[in-house]
């Protein structure tokens, strides 16, 4: 029997992602790309996930204990929301704030990152 090319190993691919997916735990923000209709709210959520990613990147790079999550609380504009958890300020960052928040951490590194929550 012939292995490749659509055969039994993409058989076994196709089985294997499924159980590493079915077995990973999603996040509120998944469960809300998942479920949502509208394909701009799920671009939208996709594209907030990968800012905090880079967001918790940063702060870890700069050692400073701020945390990231979307909050999908409004539906139809999910937001960042980042909160220092040593004094628990926090603050809601929309996706073009945070854009401009990762490139200003980029050009002038570390000065603000606090003041920013």
């Given at each position: 029997?012939?292995?490749?090319?659509?055969?039994?190993?993409?058989?076994?691919?196709?089985?294997?992602a499924?159980?590493?997916?079915g077995?990973?735990i999603?996040?509120?923000?998944?469960?809300?790309l998942q479920?949502?209709?509208?394909?701009n709210?799920?671009r939208l959520l996709?594209e907030?996930?990968?800012?905090?990613?880079?967001m918790?990147?940063?702060a870890?790079?700069?050692?400073?204990s701020?945390?990231?999550?979307?909050?999908?609380?409004?539906?139809?504009?999910?937001?960042?929301?980042a909160?220092?958890?040593?004094?628990?300020?926090?603050?809601?960052?929309?996706?073009?704030?945070?854009?401009?928040?990762?490139?200003?951490?980029?050009r002038?590194?570390?000065?603000?990152?606090?003041g920013?929550?």
């Amino acid at each position: 029997m012939k292995i490749g090319a659509g055969g039994l190993q993409a058989i076994i691919a196709q089985d294997a992602a499924r159980g590493l997916e079915g077995d990973r735990i999603k996040t509120a923000a998944e469960a809300a790309l998942q479920q949502s209709d509208d394909p701009n709210v799920r671009r939208l959520l996709h594209e907030l996930n990968k800012a905090v990613e880079r967001m918790r990147r940063t702060a870890e790079m700069f050692n400073q204990s701020m945390e990231f999550k979307v909050n999908t609380a409004d539906r139809k504009k999910p937001r960042i929301t980042a909160r220092d958890r040593r004094t628990g300020a926090s603050r809601d960052f929309t996706l073009e704030e945070a854009e401009a928040w990762l490139e200003e951490m980029g050009r002038n590194p570390g000065a603000k990152l606090n003041g920013y929550a």
